[in-house]
């Protein structure tokens, strides 16, 4: 796994100048921050771009969460101020007023891929559909019954739905530092949590909406669920062993093995790159990086890393993001995303 680099920026304001090649070995690096499901995306490409650019020097990547990181990038502009907020959500408009109001006029949204994650099974097996309230049912620690909150006792799919197969629950998910496991719990554990009624039994025992969402998130410690912090070959091996596991993967990585999976549908959606890119697949949503304009040509480095970000070799479908789990968006749009930043669009 990607080690977290760590430091911090120290671009003072009279450090704010043009910097050729002797400059930029000294300087400081870019900071950057934000989502932490964007994060490994960023250490991927930071690592790469401060190989294949030695003159400058690699870029800092940090988590912290969509929201604190647009909080550091909205501060303003120059000494202690990102040059760059990863999110795995558009920026709100109050968060577009705290720019402004901070001097930071000039922002380039840029889209990079998408997050999307597919549940499959081993190819000789039976045909599955799934929805998010079956995942629920069949993974969340405490789920309902006659009104009541219980621990889960579901021990097959088909003790979940009558449609599943009679196959015992064993599940292989993202663990919780893997990039994918955010949409996992968004997408999946919340949409089924709030269908099947969890949601409100929780608040009604008497716990918060914060409090009901993280026991929605809560899944089984009983060895049906298991989280995989590896990469998707490590769960790959578990469905060889297992030929009736069920194991979570990106798309790319699926693609690249459907001969020995089989990919279930989720509400009816098959999952492809165009239902994920046009958001009709449920399990998935774009992601983002944003770049502080009047930073690019005087923060060392910064419009490199944008295209090197957008480069083919990153976002393409045979690069090592896609590798990692990366949905990459059709051919088109990848274009286009190069062509508006080249071009310096702003929001």
Same mark, same amino acid.
């Given at each position: 796994?990607?080690?977290?680099?760590?430091?911090?920026?120290?671009?003072?304001?009279?450090?704010?100048?043009?910097?050729?090649?002797?400059?930029?070995?000294?300087?400081?690096?870019?900071?950057?921050?934000?989502?932490?499901?964007?994060?490994?995306?960023?250490?991927?490409?930071?690592?790469?771009?401060?190989?294949?650019?030695?003159?400058?020097?690699?870029?800092?990547?940090?988590?912290?969460?969509?929201?604190?990181?647009?909080?550091?990038?909205?501060?303003?502009?120059?000494?202690?101020?990102?040059?760059?907020?990863?999110?795995?959500?558009?920026?709100?408009?109050?968060?577009?007023?705290?720019?402004?109001?901070?001097?930071?006029?000039?922002?380039?949204?840029?889209?990079?891929?998408?997050? @999307?994650?597919?549940? $499959?099974?081993? !190819?000789? *097996?039976? %045909?599955? /559909?799934?929805?998010? #309230?079956?995942?629920?049912?069949?993974?969340?620690?405490?789920?309902?019954?006659?009104?009541?909150?219980?621990?889960?006792?579901?021990?097959?799919?088909?003790?979940?739905?009558?449609?599943?197969?009679?196959?015992?629950?064993?599940?292989?998910?993202?663990?919780?530092?893997?990039?994918?496991?955010?949409?996992?719990?968004?997408?999946?554990?919340?949409?089924?949590?709030?269908?099947? @009624?969890?949601?409100? $039994?929780?608040? !009604?025992? *008497?716990? %918060?909406? /914060?409090?009901?969402? #993280?026991?929605?998130?809560?899944?089984?410690?009983?060895?049906?669920?298991?989280?995989?912090?590896?990469?998707?070959?490590?769960?790959?091996?578990?469905?060889?062993?297992?030929?009736?596991?069920?194991?979570?993967?990106?798309?790319?990585?699926?693609?690249?093995?459907?001969?020995?999976?089989?990919?279930?549908?989720?509400?009816?959606?098959?999952?492809?790159?165009?239902?994920?890119?046009?958001?009709?697949?449920?399990?998935?949503?774009?992601?983002?990086?944003?770049?502080?304009?009047?930073?690019?040509?005087?923060?060392?480095?910064?419009?490199?890393?944008?295209?090197?970000?957008?480069?083919?070799?990153?976002?393409?479908?045979?690069?090592?993001?896609?590798?990692?789990?990366?949905?990459?968006?059709?051919?088109?749009?990848?274009?286009?995303?190069?062509?508006?930043?080249?071009?310096?669009?702003?929001?």
């Amino acid at each position: 796994m990607l080690k977290t680099m760590i430091a911090g920026l120290a671009l003072g304001t009279a450090a704010l100048v043009i910097a050729g090649p002797a400059a930029a070995q000294n300087a400081k690096p870019l900071q950057v921050a934000g989502s932490s499901t964007v994060l490994p995306y960023a250490q991927i490409v930071a690592e790469n771009f401060g190989e294949i650019y030695p003159d400058f020097p690699t870029p800092i990547v940090e988590s912290g969460g969509s929201g604190a990181g647009l909080k550091q990038f909205c501060s303003g502009i120059g000494a202690d101020t990102l040059s760059v907020a990863n999110s795995s959500r558009p920026i709100s408009e109050s968060e577009k007023k705290t720019c402004t109001d901070n001097g930071v006029t000039d922002i380039q949204e840029v889209k990079f891929g998408y997050d @999307g994650i597919v549940f $499959a099974t081993d !190819a000789a *097996g039976p %045909d599955w /559909k799934l929805t998010p #309230a079956f995942v629920f049912k069949a993974m969340a620690a405490k789920t309902v019954a006659e009104g009541k909150v219980v621990d889960n006792a579901a021990k097959t799919w088909k003790d979940v739905d009558a449609s599943l197969p009679a196959w015992p629950i064993n599940a292989y998910i993202p663990g919780e530092k893997h990039g994918t496991r955010e949409v996992f719990e968004t997408k999946l554990l919340d949409t089924g949590c709030k269908a099947t @009624g969890a949601f409100d $039994a929780f608040k !009604a025992s *008497g716990m %918060d909406d /914060k409090a009901a969402t #993280a026991q929605c998130h809560q899944v089984r410690k009983d060895g049906t669920i298991v989280d995989i912090d590896g990469d998707y070959t490590e769960t790959l091996a578990r469905i060889d062993a297992n030929k009736q596991g069920v194991g979570v993967f990106g798309l790319a990585f699926y693609e690249q093995n459907q001969d020995k999976l089989k990919v279930a549908t989720v509400n009816d959606i098959v999952p492809s790159v165009e239902t994920i890119s046009t958001g009709t697949y449920p399990v998935s949503r774009p992601l983002f990086f944003y770049v502080k304009k009047a930073h690019i040509g005087v923060a060392p480095g910064l419009k490199e890393y944008g295209d090197f970000f957008l480069s083919e070799q990153m976002i393409g479908p045979e690069g090592p993001l896609a590798q990692y789990g990366l949905v990459p968006a059709p051919d088109a749009e990848r274009d286009a995303y190069r062509a508006d930043f080249d071009g310096g669009k702003t929001m």
